[in-house]
């Protein structure tokens, strides 16, 4: 049973470009959050996605933008880059009809803006 | 608003002696609780969740927490600690009554000695 999946491992950016990361759900889940983790706190609610629709945001710019496949995968998409943005980005994948709505996390993409 | 807090930023213990790890919470309904551990380069696993019932939850790797309502409280422990239990320890809740995503504390950086 595979886990959640996260790709690139890594990625380095420029101040002003524009980068996709991307994520697998665990088999059988329906819905991805997404999360920031800046170096040293913990992990910040982006949005999440379900039925192919953003069902709620955190406070986020609108420069953090998603998408949801109907295979359930991911992708986050952050424009205009800051220094700001270097982070881990953590996806993380859930059962919506779950009661616990329990959520099991991917590796991250660990993001550097330069 | 839900709010956590985990007091501590770092936690040193001596192996083979008990640990806790403290955590706060602030929700305006009941609680869903979480603890999470995230070891150096890697995405966050899961180790526990309250849900409801009993107040002492046993989880993963000899992990347990308890909850406790009036202190809006949910400390995890373990009777006897290991080297390779070092690590970063993230406490979450979901509120029952609003949204699906968590709230994570801002993390503690337990230090087992040997």
């Known amino acids: 049973d595979a886990g959640v999946t996260q790709s690139p491992t890594h990625l380095i950016k420029t101040r002003g470009q524009q980068v996709t990361l991307r994520c697998s759900p665990k088999s059988g889940h329906d819905t991805v959050s997404w999360y920031q983790q800046a170096l040293g706190q913990g992990p910040q609610f982006i949005f999440q996605?379900?039925?192919?629709?953003?069902?709620q945001r955190g406070n986020f710019p609108d420069r953090f933008s998603g998408h949801q496949f109907p295979n359930y995968s991911s992708e986050l998409n952050v424009n205009a880059l800051l220094l700001g943005d270097s982070a881990l980005y953590l996806c993380?994948?859930?059962?919506?009809?779950?009661?616990?709505?329990?959520?099991?996390f991917g590796p991250g993409t660990r993001l550097t803006v330069t | 608003a839900q709010s956590v807090a985990q007091p501590e930023d770092q936690v040193n213990v001596a192996e083979g002696n008990p640990l806790t790890v403290k955590c706060t919470y602030s929700v305006s309904g009941n609680p869903y609780l979480f603890w999470y551990v995230q070891y150096p380069n890697r995405g966050l696993q899961f180790l526990l969740k309250?849900?409801?019932?009993?107040?002492l939850v046993k989880g993963s790797y000899g992990f347990e927490a308890e909850f406790n309502k009036s202190q809006t409280s949910f400390h995890l422990k373990k009777p006897s600690a290991l080297v390779s239990d070092s690590a970063l320890y993230f406490c979450?809740?979901?509120?029952?009554?609003?949204?699906?995503?968590?709230?994570f504390g801002p993390g503690t950086r337990l230090s087992v000695l040997p």
């Open positions: 309250y849900i409801t019932g009993d107040n």
């Open positions: 979450a809740v979901r509120d029952r009554n609003y949204g699906q995503n968590f709230v």
């Open positions: 993380a994948s859930s059962l919506r009809s779950s009661e616990i709505y329990e959520q099991y």
């Open positions: 996605y379900y039925e192919e629709e953003e069902r």
